[in-house]
Protein backbone atom coordinates (compact mmCIF):
# COMPACT_ATOMS: atom_id res chain seq x y z
CA UNK A 1 0.00 0.00 0.00
CA UNK A 2 1.30 3.35 -0.68
CA UNK A 3 1.41 5.84 1.87
CA UNK A 4 -0.72 9.42 1.48
CA UNK A 5 1.58 11.28 3.70
CA UNK A 6 5.38 12.46 2.68
CA UNK A 7 5.98 15.56 5.10
CA UNK A 8 9.25 18.11 4.12
CA UNK A 9 10.87 19.76 7.12
CA UNK A 10 8.28 22.92 6.78
CA UNK A 11 5.37 19.97 7.58
CA UNK A 12 7.18 18.21 10.64
CA UNK A 13 8.09 21.71 12.26
CA UNK A 14 4.49 22.07 12.20
CA UNK A 15 3.50 18.74 13.75
CA UNK A 16 6.89 18.43 16.24
CA UNK A 17 7.19 20.66 19.00
CA UNK A 18 11.02 20.17 19.39
CA UNK A 19 13.44 23.14 17.94
CA UNK A 20 17.26 22.95 16.83
CA UNK A 21 19.03 21.38 18.22
CA UNK A 22 16.75 19.07 19.61
CA UNK A 23 14.33 18.54 16.79
CA UNK A 24 15.59 15.75 15.29
CA UNK A 25 13.58 14.65 11.84
CA UNK A 26 14.23 16.04 8.53
CA UNK A 27 11.78 14.37 6.57
CA UNK A 28 8.68 11.84 6.75
CA UNK A 29 8.43 9.04 4.11
CA UNK A 30 5.98 7.58 4.61
CA UNK A 31 3.19 6.93 7.05
CA UNK A 32 0.81 3.76 6.85
CA UNK A 33 -2.19 3.97 9.01
CA UNK A 34 -4.27 1.14 9.65
CA UNK A 35 -8.11 1.51 8.90
CA UNK A 36 -10.61 0.25 10.60
CA UNK A 37 -12.73 -1.91 8.69
CA UNK A 38 -15.98 0.63 7.74
CA UNK A 39 -12.41 2.85 6.48
CA UNK A 40 -12.05 5.34 9.46
CA UNK A 41 -8.23 5.66 10.04
CA UNK A 42 -7.73 5.39 14.23
CA UNK A 43 -5.47 7.33 16.12
CA UNK A 44 -2.34 5.15 15.57
CA UNK A 45 -3.49 2.04 15.30
CA UNK A 46 -1.88 -0.91 15.90
CA UNK A 47 -0.12 -1.80 12.83
CA UNK A 48 0.27 2.34 11.63
CA UNK A 49 3.57 1.89 10.29
CA UNK A 50 5.91 5.40 9.81
CA UNK A 51 9.26 6.05 8.05
CA UNK A 52 11.25 9.10 8.56
CA UNK A 53 15.18 10.36 8.11
CA UNK A 54 17.61 12.46 9.82
CA UNK A 55 20.63 13.75 7.90
CA UNK A 56 23.54 13.48 10.07
CA UNK A 57 26.12 16.16 9.56
CA UNK A 58 29.35 17.01 11.40
CA UNK A 59 27.45 20.76 12.31
CA UNK A 60 25.62 18.77 15.08
CA UNK A 61 26.37 20.50 18.33
CA UNK A 62 26.65 16.50 19.99
CA UNK A 63 29.88 15.78 17.77
CA UNK A 64 31.89 18.64 19.52
CA UNK A 65 32.30 16.68 22.37
CA UNK A 66 31.13 12.92 21.12
CA UNK A 67 33.86 12.48 20.13
CA UNK A 68 36.40 15.26 18.97
CA UNK A 69 38.47 12.44 17.36
CA UNK A 70 35.85 9.86 16.77
CA UNK A 71 32.55 11.56 16.28
CA UNK A 72 29.70 9.55 16.49
CA UNK A 73 25.90 10.03 16.96
CA UNK A 74 24.68 9.42 20.80
CA UNK A 75 22.41 6.57 21.65
CA UNK A 76 20.25 8.64 23.24
CA UNK A 77 19.83 11.05 20.25
CA UNK A 78 18.96 7.79 18.18
CA UNK A 79 16.32 6.81 20.74
CA UNK A 80 15.10 10.12 20.69
CA UNK A 81 14.91 10.56 16.48
CA UNK A 82 13.00 7.06 16.92
CA UNK A 83 10.45 8.43 19.51
CA UNK A 84 9.87 11.68 17.31
CA UNK A 85 9.24 9.64 13.78
CA UNK A 86 7.17 7.36 15.94
CA UNK A 87 5.15 10.34 17.60
CA UNK A 88 3.75 10.76 13.42
CA UNK A 89 1.76 7.75 13.75
CA UNK A 90 -0.84 10.18 14.94
CA UNK A 91 -0.56 12.61 12.33
CA UNK A 92 -3.54 11.09 10.05
CA UNK A 93 -6.07 11.84 12.62
CA UNK A 94 -4.79 15.14 13.54
CA UNK A 95 -4.40 15.92 9.87
CA UNK A 96 -6.24 19.43 9.14
CA UNK A 97 -6.15 20.28 12.90
CA UNK A 98 -6.31 23.80 14.17
CA UNK A 99 -3.21 24.89 14.89
CA UNK A 100 -3.78 25.83 18.07
CA UNK A 101 -4.56 22.12 18.54
CA UNK A 102 -1.49 21.10 16.83
CA UNK A 103 0.73 23.20 19.16
CA UNK A 104 -0.73 20.75 22.28
CA UNK A 105 0.23 17.96 20.83
CA UNK A 106 3.08 15.81 22.76
CA UNK A 107 5.28 12.67 22.84
CA UNK A 108 6.51 12.26 26.18
CA UNK A 109 9.02 9.53 26.60
CA UNK A 110 7.59 6.70 28.93
CA UNK A 111 10.23 4.16 28.45
CA UNK A 112 12.67 2.14 26.52
CA UNK A 113 13.15 -2.03 26.41
CA UNK A 114 15.52 -4.22 24.36
CA UNK A 115 17.54 -1.40 22.77
CA UNK A 116 20.59 -2.52 20.95
CA UNK A 117 22.85 -0.34 18.72
CA UNK A 118 24.70 -2.50 15.86
CA UNK A 119 27.12 0.29 14.46
CA UNK A 120 28.38 4.10 14.79
CA UNK A 121 25.82 6.23 13.23
CA UNK A 122 28.49 9.13 12.03
CA UNK A 123 28.44 12.76 10.05
CA UNK A 124 27.88 11.99 6.61
CA UNK A 125 25.01 9.17 7.27
CA UNK A 126 21.53 9.31 6.62
CA UNK A 127 19.84 7.64 9.20
CA UNK A 128 16.96 5.73 8.41
CA UNK A 129 13.96 5.52 10.85
CA UNK A 130 10.84 2.85 10.84
CA UNK A 131 8.09 2.31 13.68
CA UNK A 132 5.37 0.66 14.57
CA UNK A 133 2.56 0.64 16.13
CA UNK A 134 2.47 -2.70 18.30
CA UNK A 135 0.47 -1.75 21.46
CA UNK A 136 -1.76 1.02 22.95
CA UNK A 137 -2.12 -0.04 26.38
CA UNK A 138 -4.02 2.61 28.01
CA UNK A 139 -6.11 5.81 26.49
CA UNK A 140 -3.06 7.11 24.83
CA UNK A 141 0.11 4.70 25.89
CA UNK A 142 1.50 3.65 23.01
CA UNK A 143 4.45 0.64 22.31
CA UNK A 144 6.32 0.93 19.43
CA UNK A 145 9.01 -1.40 17.64
CA UNK A 146 11.73 0.73 16.20
CA UNK A 147 14.26 0.24 13.63
CA UNK A 148 17.21 2.46 12.06
CA UNK A 149 19.27 1.80 9.38
CA UNK A 150 21.91 3.82 7.58
CA UNK A 151 22.69 2.62 3.95
CA UNK A 152 20.46 -0.38 4.51
CA UNK A 153 22.36 -1.89 7.30
CA UNK A 154 20.56 -2.04 11.12
CA UNK A 155 22.55 0.53 13.30
CA UNK A 156 20.16 0.53 16.10
CA UNK A 157 16.53 -1.03 17.26
CA UNK A 158 14.67 -0.55 20.48
CA UNK A 159 11.01 -0.76 22.07
CA UNK A 160 9.94 2.95 22.53
CA UNK A 161 6.86 3.64 24.87
CA UNK A 162 5.47 6.68 24.86
CA UNK A 163 2.43 9.19 25.90
CA UNK A 164 0.83 10.77 22.48
CA UNK A 165 -1.46 13.36 24.20
CA UNK A 166 -3.06 16.86 23.04
CA UNK A 167 -3.24 19.15 25.51
CA UNK A 168 -6.50 19.55 26.78
CA UNK A 169 -7.85 16.29 25.75
Known sequence: MESQFRLDIEKVRKFLPHRSPFLLVDRILEIHPVPHPDGIVPSAGVGTRVVGIKNVTYNEP?????????????????????????????????????????KGFRCILAGVDSARF??????????????????CRAAKLYVFQCMATVEGRKVAEAEILASLTVQGS
Not at 82 to 90: G, L, N
Open 62 to 102: FFQGHFPDFAIMPGVLILETMAQVASFSIFPTLQGASEQTL
Open 118 to 135: RKPVVPGDTLRIETEVKQ
